[in-house]
């Protein structure tokens, strides 16, 4: 089991930034892959971005070209760097770990066994 904690979120305008980071540790080795994942009440769960062990990354299009995910291997910590905040990326970002057999599913729900407990992010 993975045991994952993160920090960062908090309030910020629109057009800002903010830097959301999740610790894991655990038995890290038993995963492939990590993602961060947003919701807000009412409303499903959506994947946002999501990295394999070899950095390869997969984007949501809502957030190609403003969001980038990286990785620490080495002290174990997942990023996220939101620039460019919109409103409507107001939600509960939760990290997740797991092991995945494909790219393409980077951003599956299903593909993940361990999850954070989640870190707010309010744009106004």
């Known amino acids: 089991h993975v045991q994952l904690v993160e920090s960062g979120g908090g309030s910020v305008q629109a057009g800002g930034s903010l830097l959301l980071s999740c610790a894991a540790s655990?038995?890290?080795?038993?995963?492939?892959?990590m993602a961060w994942f947003r919701q807000v009440p009412g409303k499903e769960r959506e994947g946002v971005a999501g990295?394999?062990?070899?950095?390869?990354?997969k984007y949501a299009d809502f957030v190609k070209g403003r969001f980038t995910i990286s990785q620490d291997p080495g002290e174990k910590i997942l990023y996220l760097q939101m620039d460019s905040l919109k409103p409507e990326d107001t939600a509960s970002y939760t990290c997740?770990?797991?092991?995945?057999?494909?790219?393409?599913?980077?951003?599956?729900?299903?593909?993940?066994?361990?999850w954070g407990q989640g870190t707010q992010v309010t744009v106004s």
């Open positions: 997740a770990a797991g092991f995945s057999m494909l790219v393409r599913w980077l951003l599956v729900a299903n593909e993940y066994t361990s």
């Open positions: 655990g038995n890290t080795y038993s995963t492939n892959c």
């Open positions: 990295i394999d062990r070899y950095g390869v990354t």
